[in-house]
C-alpha cells in the first residue's frame, strides 16, 4: 500500500514557477513508477510527466515537454514536478499516481495509486 500527498500548488501569474511535491508513505516507494497527472474543470484527466523507479528514464506530454521536469529523491520517498514558463492553459488539479511499472507509461489506468490532488491557477 502506498499513500501520496501533494503539495506546492497555488496561484501564479503566467510566466512564473511552482514545484510540486509528492511525498509517499510505504517502504516501496523506490520500486514503483511515478506520474504527474492533471485535470481541468470540464476536462478530462491527462498525463503531464513520469518518471522510472530509478529516475533513469523519464517521459512528457507534448505540452510540457521544455517547460516541466520531473524528478524523484527515493531516500525521501518524494517525487517533483518542476513546473517552469506557466501558462494559463496548465490551470488544473494535479494529481500525483504510484504504478508498480516496469516503464514509464502516459496511461492512467496502470496506475495504482493516486494522491488527493492540488491546485494549480495560472493568471494571465
Known amino acids: 500500500q502506498v499513500q501520496l500527498v501533494e503539495s506546492g500548488g497555488g496561484l501564479v501569474q503566467a510566466g512564473g514557477s511552482l514545484r510540486l511535491s509528492c511525498a509517499a508513505s510505504g517502504r516501496t516507494f523506490s520500486s514503483y513508477a511515478m506520474g504527474w497527472f492533471r485535470q481541468a474543470p470540464g476536462k478530462e484527466r491527462e498525463f503531464v510527466a513520469a518518471i522510472s523507479w530509478s529516475g533513469g528514464s523519464t517521459y512528457y506530454a507534448d505540452s510540457v515537454k521544455g517547460r516541466f521536469t520531473i524528478s524523484r529523491d527515493n531516500a525521501k520517498n518524494t517525487v517533483y514536478l518542476q513546473m517552469n514558463s506557466l501558462k494559463p492553459e496548465d490551470t488544473a488539479v494535479y494529481y500525483c499516481?504510484?504504478?508498480?511499472?516496469?516503464?514509464?507509461?502516459?496511461?492512467?489506468?496502470?496506475?495504482?495509486?493516486w494522491g488527493q490532488g492540488t491546485q494549480v491557477t495560472v493568471s494571465s
Open positions: 499516481a504510484a504504478g508498480d511499472l516496469g516503464m514509464v507509461v502516459p496511461s492512467g489506468r496502470l496506475y495504482d495509486y
